[in-house]
């Protein structure tokens, strides 16, 4: 067996790619944790996102022949991990719960929401709070850079009711913060 060089991403996937355990394991150290990041803030439950980073790994080693190096290995890897935390969601029958009227935000919050005053950890316990559909919106849209097209095809709904449901819930949470007066 070859000595992988830890600095050649290429190099790295390819010895994988030829079933060399301890790269797979260095390829498995350097994306797992921002992997499991992205599978809990879609799932929401940390047993369930680790279910479905495993499950994305062993699908992502099965499949790494036929990666062409046109993207990175995080991107191919990350779309992997998203495909997988939506069957898991389909397969446990979640029923992906929309905002259903722009009603429940009529009353406009009193302080606008600054930037500075934002953390990553407050912005997503408000997202906690967000019907499960929204939240997934929410996520692929801002945290995972996904565009609208690109998540209408993920979740089957149409362009405009993405483009909806993350508005919706961009303004739940910029109120959830204004609310809950940015505490802890």
């Not at 259903?100 to 934002?118: I, N, P, R, Y």
């Not at 996520?139 to 909806?164: F, M, P, Q, R, W």
Request: proline residues 2%.
């Amino acid at each position: 067996m070859e000595t992988v060089e830890l600095n050649n991403p290429k190099e790295l996937i390819e010895a994988c790619m030829r079933g060399e355990r301890l790269a797979q394991y260095r390829l498995y150290q350097q994306y797992s944790k921002a992997m499991l990041n992205i599978s809990y803030r879609m799932l929401q439950n940390r047993e369930d996102a680790e279910d479905v980073l495993q499950e994305a790994f062993t699908d992502a080693f099965k499949r790494l022949s036929g990666f062409r190096f046109e993207s990175t290995f995080g991107a191919w890897l990350k779309r992997i991990v998203i495909n997988r935390a939506i069957n898991h969601m389909r397969k446990k029958k979640a029923n992906l719960q929309f905002f259903d009227d722009m009603h429940v935000f009529a009353q406009k919050a009193e302080e606008e929401v600054s930037a500075a005053e934002l953390s990553p950890e407050k912005v997503k316990r408000a997202m906690q709070e967000l019907p499960s559909g929204s939240r997934m919106i929410f996520s692929l849209y801002l945290l995972e850079g996904y565009d609208h097209n690109e998540i209408a095809e993920i979740l089957d709904i149409s362009v405009s009711n993405s483009k909806t449901q993350y508005m919706r819930a961009r303004q739940r949470v910029k109120e959830i913060l204004t609310q809950k007066g940015y505490e802890n």
